[in-house]
Nanobody, 120 residues
Framework: QVQLVESGGGLVQPGGSLSLSCVAPGSIFSIGVMGWYRQAPGKERELVAYITSGGSTILADSVKGRFTLSRDNANNTVTLQMNSLKSEDTAVYYC??????????????WGQGTQVTVSS
């Protein structure tokens, strides 16, 4: 079992910023793909961004230009920096890790989720 530890959610006003971090076990961090998904009430879970072991990053169109994703191999951490937040970014955000093969098969491991609320 792979345990992913998420942190950084909270309440922020529209236009504000938040940073989400996810820590994976050091034994597997460097060999896998890591990313963030989100699920708003009444909606399906959707991909926000992911980063490969080589550092290639993919962002959903809805967050391009506002969010960035980075990985810190020394600390086994990926960080989602969210700027210019909108009310529609409100959701529970989940971290996911998988091997490259399993990532594209929809498999892997999930964090427990962290709430992000954008509201005035």
């Amino acid at each position: 079992q792979v345990q992913l530890v998420e942190s950084g959610g909270g309440l922020v006003q529209p236009g504000g910023s938040l940073s989400l971090s996810c820590v994976a076990p050091g034994s597997i961090f460097s060999i896998g793909v890591m990313g963030w998904y989100r699920q708003a009430p009444g909606k399906e879970r959707e991909l926000v961004a992911y980063i490969t072991s080589g550092g290639s990053t993919i962002l959903a169109d809805s967050v391009k230009g506002r969010f960035t994703l980075s990985r810190d191999n020394a600390n086994n951490t990926v960080t989602l920096q969210m700027n210019s937040l909108k009310s529609e970014d409100t959701a529970v955000y989940y971290c996911r890790w998988a091997t490259r093969r399993d990532w594209y098969l929809g498999q892997g491991y999930w964090g427990q989720g962290t709430q992000v609320t954008v509201s005035s």
